[in-house]
């Protein structure tokens, strides 16, 4: 079985500076790790992911997420925020077969001006 | 290609009644699953279909079925609605590189 932890339940941070919205896993098997964002009274949307190769990846809208297996981690962060990225973001594994996601309790981002 | 769709968006029911949702996938894709998502239990994984048969399901009583048609179409359906299972249900198509796409859920309130 997996399970996700989000550190942070609340992270505010103002306009351009950095964030880094933490995700640890646990898993006894091989796993996909995604983030999905969602914005108020909308579903999830699939920001990035990781399933092999590079543990870099990164999203259109200049996120991105490392994927560190000795630490069972999978961080998300940018480098300068905008107001429109305040929104819940979630961590999700799955196994490699692509099950079920198992997420965690989500970390809502919010950017002051 | 259109995203999830799912219907109807917002539902009141009292408790006692039954709901059925529905779920539209991307074109092409073939699993459906569905989540409930409330604020004190967070996202939590209901059920999963490929091609007409439920492959995994999540830890819900026996209240909450579901199915899915040979068109890759879903439906759920919650019989005698307590007032716990008022929350956003969403249904999400996975694609056959495991990323799942998510509707924008259905907001089921029951009183």
């Known amino acids: 079985a997996q399970s996700v932890t989000q550190l942070d339940s609340q992270v505010p941070v103002f306009e351009e500076a950095p964030v880094e919205l933490r995700c640890n896993y646990s898993?006894?098997?091989?796993?996909?790790l995604f983030w999905y964002v969602q914005y108020p009274n909308q579903g999830l949307q699939l920001l990035l992911k990781?399933?092999?190769?590079?543990?870099l990846v990164e999203s259109i809208n200049g996120f991105e997420a490392e994927f560190n297996k000795s630490q069972t981690s999978f961080h998300l962060r940018k480098p300068s925020v905008h107001i429109s990225d305040t929104a819940e973001y979630f961590c999700?594994?799955?196994?490699?077969?692509?099950?079920?996601?198992?997420f965690g309790a989500g970390t809502i981002l919010r950017v002051k001006s | 290609k259109a995203g999830v769709t799912q219907t109807p968006r917002y539902l009141i029911k009292t408790r006692g009644q039954q709901v059925t949702l529905s779920c539209s996938p991307i074109s092409g894709h073939r699993s459906v699953s569905w989540y409930q998502q409330t604020p004190g239990q967070g996202l939590q994984f209901l059920f999963e279909?490929?091609?007409?048969?439920?492959?995994n399901k999540g830890n819900f009583p026996g209240r909450f079925s579901g199915r899915q048609f040979s068109n890759s179409r879903s439906e759920m359906n919650v019989s005698t609605l307590e007032l716990g299972d008022s929350a956003l249900y969403l249904c999400?198509?996975?694609?056959?590189?495991?990323?799942?796409?998510f509707g924008p859920g259905t907001r089921l309130t029951v009183t």
């Open positions: 999400a198509s996975r694609s056959s590189s495991y990323e799942q796409y």
């Open positions: 279909y490929f091609s007409e048969t439920q492959r």
């Open positions: 990781y399933l092999s190769g590079s543990t």
């Open positions: 898993s006894s098997v091989s796993v996909y």
């Open positions: 999700a594994v799955s196994d490699i077969y692509g099950n079920k996601l198992v």
